[in-house]
């Protein structure tokens, strides 16, 4: 059990960076944000370093 609330946080946002398993390929960051595409396709930018791909 966390030891506090901020501790709890921390774990459940780990688990779910672990479950979705999209990091980003330039820093590894789990800070990614899912956008469209100028062709209608998915690409992602990483919230953290700026990073994007698709």
């Known amino acids: 059990m ?14 779910a960076e672990s479950a979705t398993g999209l990091s980003c390929p330039s820093c590894g960051s789990f800070h990614v944000a899912q956008v469209l595409g100028d062709n209608g396709g998915v690409s992602y930018v990483c919230t953290a370093c700026g990073h994007s791909w698709s």
């Open 2 to 15: 966390p030891a506090s609330s901020i501790d709890e946080v921390g774990a459940l946002l780990a688990a």
